[in-house]
């Protein structure tokens, strides 16, 4: 029987997100409505006779099980847009969101007998999941005082004769940090010159507030250099605001590694939803998916400005590595310069002022690292994320003393 650990991100925020005043746990963008894709699209009528095909089409499996031709289209070009590199539509596969993305590339591509790389903090699922496999796990650790960027020598001394692929998180979860476009080059150089493959989750991207294209540091997709053997995956989950339409997508160079996934879904499902992609599709659309990420980048720059206030006034209890990307930031609290128990300052603070954060400790280490941290979630409504601040200063005023430190 394959054991899976317990997934603590979702055990945590699911056991706790009925009846927290302001929950700050979650980790994508304020959420956008169909009517706010009608509004967002340069061709509101679009919206219109999207929604009027949908009412009258038969609810059957569609007429491909690798996704809706003009959706896979419009991922496509997402990743032609950005480079010289054309993805066709045919290396596209969609499926239900990005963690079953994520779970039909891992269970396709990684056995008993391999060795994986995982950059490291990063989503439980990209490596609990080949643990359960029977894959022999490194964790490739990001240094805090680098940025929480990967230092490429220790990549080189963790690969074995056995080692199989290298999982990347870029933009990461739940840090924020980028892997710079001259790192990202060397580590799939890295992986090229062994012939090992690259899973790249890119759930994050586009949502770069803190970086702009031009900057030599600013990373493409990890597709964009070429390598046969590289793998992304994403969704419409975090940076396109839209986690209640399940679609996410592998995208990829190779037929055979294509061929693999495609095995490994049928497994899992025959197709996605066909209303859910034809509301994707309009959101991926070139009329509509420029002003989407606007929207949704500039509200994580805003309300970054509001979080880093609050660093600012307890810098002496809290510190960051500012975030780059992504509405999520991975802050550690210390009193007396030691960290306080991440867990007990979590489940305090969701007690008496209703915030709801993530412990870093608990859903982002392994019982001792990242004692002190807590992911947050900045991408929500700018009036609220005050308000949750407010309560948080309270907190820190009454009741941070009290807290016991971590062992």
């Not at 929480?148 to 924020?176: A, C, S, Y």
């Not at 660093?311 to 209890?317: M, Q, T, W």
Request: hydrophobic share 40%; charged share 20%.
């Amino acid at each position: 029987m394959v054991k899976l650990e317990p997934f603590e991100v979702d055990h945590w925020i699911l056991t706790r997100d009925i009846g927290p005043k302001y929950n700050l746990a979650h980790s994508y963008s304020l959420p956008v409505t169909i009517n706010d894709l009608k509004s967002l699209s340069e061709n509101e009528a679009t919206g219109d006779h999207l929604l009027a095909s949908v009412q009258s089409m038969p609810m059957n499996y569609g007429p491909s099980f690798t996704g809706l031709e003009q959706l896979r289209e419009n991922i496509a070009n997402l990743y032609s847009d950005e480079s010289s590199i054309t993805i066709s539509s045919d290396k596209i596969l969609t499926t239900p969101g990005a963690s079953l993305a994520n779970f039909i590339v891992l269970f396709a591509l990684v056995g008993p007998g391999d060795h994986v790389i995982i950059q490291y903090p990063t989503y439980q699922q990209l490596y609990s999941l080949p643990a359960s496999l029977g894959a022999e796990v490194s964790l490739w650790q990001a240094k805090e005082n680098d940025n929480w960027n990967l230092d490429m020598e220790e990549l080189k001394g963790l690969i074995k004769p056995n080692t199989k692929m290298i999982v990347l998180n870029n933009p990461q979860n739940p840090t924020g940090a980028i892997i710079p476009r001259s790192r990202l080059e060397e580590a799939i150089e890295i992986a090229k010159s062994h012939s090992i493959t690259v899973f790249s989750d890119e759930v994050y991207r586009p949502s770069f507030h803190s970086i702009a294209p031009e900057d030599p540091d600013y990373p493409p997709s990890a597709l964009s250099f070429g390598y046969e053997n590289t793998v992304v995956t994403s969704s419409l989950s975090k940076a396109y605001a839209l986690a209640g339409i399940r679609i996410g997508w592998i995208a990829l160079h190779s037929k055979s590694i294509l061929d693999l996934c495609i095995n490994a879904r049928s497994y899992a499902l025959i197709t996605a939803s066909q209303v859910d992609e034809q509301i994707a599709s309009l959101a991926l659309s070139p009329s509509c998916v420029h002003n989407l990420i606007k929207r949704n980048t500039t509200l994580a720059k805003n309300n970054l400005h509001i979080v880093q206030r609050f660093i600012d006034e307890f810098s002496s209890s809290c510190q960051w590595v500012k975030p780059v990307a992504g509405p999520i930031g991975f802050i550690r609290f210390t009193r007396s310069g030691h960290p306080v128990d991440d867990v007990e300052f979590c489940t305090m603070l969701l007690e008496k002022k209703g915030v709801l954060l993530v412990p870093g400790r608990k859903c982002f280490g392994d019982g001792k690292n990242f004692s002190g941290y807590v992911r947050l979630g900045f991408g929500g409504d700018t009036e609220v994320l005050k308000a949750a601040f407010d309560a948080l200063r309270e907190f820190m005023l009454e009741d941070y003393e009290s807290l016991p430190l971590a062992d």
